[in-house]
T-cell receptor
């Protein structure tokens, strides 16, 4: 069965600092991996996705994630945090691209201080 | 283009009452999903419609939950009778097939509080 573990329910960084949100997955088949972000009072918005092409995936708002099969990880990074990045971030896995259900991690709340 | 719309945004009901949540997917999206997040837990899949047919309802917790998608457009999720453990945020998502795969677009959710 597939599962997702997000290490750290809450991460705090200073504005301009590196953002690193950790995600490890478990999957018996080559996974499709996603990062979503939820800003207050909004729906989940797709940041980026990995679908077995390039292992380094670039997303919106300067975020990127690297798929590391040997470590079963898909950590999300951003070189320089901005105040507007404060939100909750979710890592998710799916066993295919054909519309099957997403399996989510518990989410990580990112706080950015000035 | 309008996104996925859910209403109400918040519902407060008493145990034993009935509540109906509605989701309007993005126009043209055949796939519609319901998910739920109980406080402190992860977002969990409930079910998946393809047009008006239930493709996968393996996540539905019990028979107090009834989902419909008449005509393959909007969907409703009815909880009858509601229990305390049904409290949480209910998300709806929709997707269409594309070369880039099925990207699920989410609504803002309905926060259900059962007292």
């Amino acid at each position: 069965a597939q599962s997702v573990t997000q290490l750290g329910s809450h991460v705090s960084v200073s504005e301009g600092a590196l953002v690193l949100l950790r995600c490890n997955y478990s999957s018996s088949v080559p996974p499709y991996l996603f990062w979503y972000v939820q800003y207050p009072n909004q729906g989940l918005q797709l940041l980026l996705k990995y679908t077995s092409a390039a292992t380094l995936v670039k997303g919106i708002n300067g975020f990127e994630a690297e798929f590391k099969k040997s470590e079963t990880s898909f950590h999300l990074t951003k070189p320089s945090a901005h105040m507007s990045d404060a939100a909750e971030y979710f890592c998710a896995v799916s066993e295919d691209q054909a519309g099957t259900a997403l399996i989510f991690g518990k989410g990580t709340t990112l706080s950015v201080s000035s | 283009e309008a996104g996925v719309t859910q209403f109400p945004s918040h519902s407060v009901i008493e145990k034993g009452q009935t509540v109906t949540l509605r989701c309007d997917p993005i126009s043209g999206h055949d796939n519609l999903y319901w998910y739920r997040r109980v406080m402190g837990k992860e977002i969990k899949f409930l079910l998946h419609f393809v047009k008006e047919s239930k493709q996968d309802e393996s996540g539905m917790p019990n028979n107090r939950f009834l989902a419909e998608r008449t005509g393959g457009t909007y969907s409703t999720l009815k909880v009858q009778p509601a229990e305390l453990e049904d409290s949480g945020v209910y998300f709806c998502a929709s997707s269409q097939s594309s070369r880039q795969g099925y990207i699920q677009y989410f609504g803002a959710g309905t926060r259900l509080s059962v007292l």
